[in-house]
């Protein structure tokens, strides 16, 4: 079997050549670019965007004499022929060739790159499963996105190598008996996630994953994705149907990550999930989540316990409305609110709560169209406001005023249409994916359960023509206040032709 070292090669003042000027060159490109752009390319066609980047231009078909001088070769024609042409010449000029899609034919391969700043993480498979080699990048790319991994290593230099070294292991072989992770999500923002979780569901066989999570977390990993929430004719999965489909899994010797929203253990019926896997013998675990009560609290920033104003805290249901309970603590949390809040708040007022006392809903925390209504128990008792699911209602003399201006509002909302390239500011902005069709493999225009709500966004990304057009096909038109950015001169003319053209 053949096996490849990993190694980082110098590369300045050394040339590389590219041989073929479509898109499978484009591609690997891209990545080379962010090393050198001491690049040159053979093709007798040279696709735009590639033209646009401004390397050597060599238009004419491959010659054996092409390849003197370089350091490194890249064959990237579509012809199998020719590209096997290149790999014989170059190893008579003993220069070393990649030749995409086949690591047969190869000297070197290209690992899947996260680059930040002089940080690289290369991730590879030794050429063999592509596609699991880009499921770990990307959810490696998740953690390091917003510098929070960073942070976390410069601070705790020994956990650095735990953590990696804790992410690289596999699974032991134990679990291929069937296992099931009970795993908690978090409350929408997909880096709220913790390591644990990431590193169980890039080894899971099959996925199930609730309403509640978002579709672009659990696109980033290869598993089997199963969705038991709401279904399109507005059905629940049935939680017997569900834990079924749980049991059989395991029992075909799978690893089941379990998938819920939020924590599996606050509102999230995970212990009746472990139940029936007892009663069956299958061995599980359970990785805590952040529970949306967190999650909105460090979000609109409400401190759920304060010196000297809150000492104590409940976390309620308020559905349905005749379990509602109100304890005697000094903060209130109220799970499942959306259409019973004036109930909830009649019972806390009943209960001798003065009217005075401050009152937060908060919808859709810690994601991007995360919304907050405030006023007083008295107030928000005699209005009528809309609440959309899902929503939490907090309750408690720790919320001060306007926390609508919180840390969070602040950042720039970011909608990228496609591949995120060469689009930063990734600490200062919250980054929406809109999945284009020629994106990847099998996706489909829009795969989002739900429409992005462009009311939220600031700002849009194209990153191709193609992508600007797949999300004219969803979006026809967006609010003016949007500042649009595009990846080149022929995204950009492809974006004012379908959205500014009349
Ligand atoms: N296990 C979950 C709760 C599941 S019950 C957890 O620990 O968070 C579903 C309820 O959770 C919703 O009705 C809503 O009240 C709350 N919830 C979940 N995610 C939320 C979010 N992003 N914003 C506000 N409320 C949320």
């Known amino acids: 079997m053949k096996s490849f070292l990993p190694l980082n090669i110098r590369i300045d003042n050394k040339r590389i050549l590219f041989v073929g000027g479509g898109k499978i060159a484009l591609h690997k490109i891209k990545t080379v670019v962010q090393y050198t752009r001491n690049i040159s390319i053979v ?24 390849l003197e001088g370089f350091f490194l070769v890249y064959a990237c024609t579509s012809n199998l022929e020719v590209n096997r042409r290149i790999k014989n010449d170059a190893a008579a000029y003993g220069i070393m060739v990649n030749v995409v899609d086949n690591r047969e034919l190869s000297d070197f391969i290209s690992p899947a790159v996260i680059k930040q700043d002089e940080m690289t993480i290369a991730v590879s498979s030794n050429g063999e499963n592509v596609k699991k080699a880009v499921a770990w990048r990307n959810t490696l790319k ?14 705790q230099g020994n956990e650095l190598v735990k953590t990696t070294a804790e992410i690289g292991i596999p699974v032991p072989d134990l679990h291929k008996k069937g296992y099931v992770y009970i795993i908690g999500a978090g409350p929408g923002d997909p880096e709220l996630l913790t390591i644990k979780a990431a590193r169980v569901l890039c080894e899971a066989d099959v996925i199930l994953y609730d309403d509640l999570v978002s579709s672009d977390l659990v696109a980033q990993f290869s598993a089997r994705k199963i969705y038991t929430g709401k279904r399109k004719d507005s059905h629940h999965f049935e939680q017997d149907a ?35 896997l007892r009663e069956h013998g299958i061995g599980y675990e359970i990785i805590p989540g952040i529970t949306a009560a967190h999650g909105a609290s460090a979000y609109t920033e409400i401190p759920l316990t304060m010196r000297k104003v809150s000492s104590s805290v409940a976390f309620c249901t308020g559905h349905p409305v ?7 603590t000094d903060t209130l ?7 019973t809040v004036h109930e909830v708040l009649d019972a806390v007022a009943l209960k001798g709560r003065n009217d005075t006392t401050p009152v937060a809903i908060v919808q859709n925390a810690t994601r991007y169209n995360q919304k907050i209504i405030t006023g007083t128990l008295g107030e928000l008792r005699k209005g009528d406001k809309q609440v959309n699911s ?11 005023h306007s926390i ?19 689009h930063s500011g990734s600490a200062e902005s919250v980054k929406i994916h809109f999945t284009c069709k020629r994106d990847g493999a099998g996706h489909t225009v829009g795969e989002r359960d739900e429409p992005v709500d462009l ?47 009349c």
């Open 43 to 66: 093709s007798p066609e040279i696709q735009d965007e590639l033209h646009q980047m401004g390397f050597t231009e060599i238009r004419k078909e491959y010659e054996t004499s092409d």
């Open 142 to 155: 998740s953690i390091v996105q917003r510098g929070d991994f960073q942070g976390t290593c410069q601070s």
């Open 242 to 276: 569900i834990n079924e489909e749980i049991l059989r899994h395991a029992q075909e010797g799978k690893i089941v990550a379990r998938l819920k929203g939020g924590d599996p253990f606050i509102f999230g019926r995970g212990g009746e999930e472990i139940e029936v």
């Open 322 to 328: 005749s379990k509602v309970q109100v304890p005697d």
């Open 333 to 339: 949390v109220y799970y499942m609110v959306a259409s």
């Open 390 to 400: 899902p929503a939490l209602l907090i309750i408690g003399d720790n919320i001060r």
């Open 404 to 422: 609508e201006d919180n840390w969070y509002s602040k950042k720039k909302k970011i909608v990228i249409a496609g591949e995120d390239f060469s």
């Open 455 to 501: 009311n939220f966004i600031d700002e849009i990304y194209f990153s191709s023509p193609s992508c600007v057009s797949d999300f004219h096909t969803v979006y026809q038109a967006f609010p003016e206040k949007i500042r649009v950015k595009t990846a080149d001169q022929a995204t950009q003319e492809e974006y004012v032709k379908l959205f500014r053209a």
